[in-house]
Nanobody
Framework: QVQLVESGGGLVQPGGSLRLSCAAS????????MGWYRQAPGKQREVVAT?????NYADSVKGRFTISRDNAKNTVYLQMNSLKPEDTAVYFC?????????WGQGTQVTVSS
């Protein structure tokens, strides 16, 4: 089993920035897919950004968020700039390996003045 540990969430004012991090428990695990998802109260979980050989972004965050990875650390990051109140949600990281797919515990991001 692979455990994912998220960090970096918090409270930020509109226009501010946060950087989320998600690290897998075991280095050396082959991870072919990484992504970030979010879920706001009363709404379905939605994809924010994914990365394989390329990156993809939801239209709502394109140009503001950047997903990246550090293969040596089995870690995926989400740099969030120009944050808006509508970005408020619990953010979950997701990774896929040959052995299965895994989710982080979620980290709260609140954008409010």
């Amino acid at each position: 089993q692979v455990q994912l540990v998220e960090s970096g969430g918090g409270l930020v004012q509109p226009g501010g920035s946060l950087r989320l991090s998600c690290a897998a428990s075991r280095s050396g695990t082959s991870i072919y897919f990484m992504g970030w998802y979010r879920q706001a109260p009363g709404k379905q979980r939605e994809v924010v950004a994914t990365i394989t050989s390329t990156t993809n972004y939801a239209d709502s965050v394109k140009g503001r968020f950047t997903i990246s990875r550090d293969n040596a650390k089995n870690t995926v990051y989400l740099q969030m700039n120009s944050l808006k109140p509508e970005d408020t949600a619990v953010y979950f990281c997701h990774m896929r390996t040959l052995g299965g797919q895994y989710w982080g515990q979620g980290t709260q991001v609140t954008v409010s003045s």
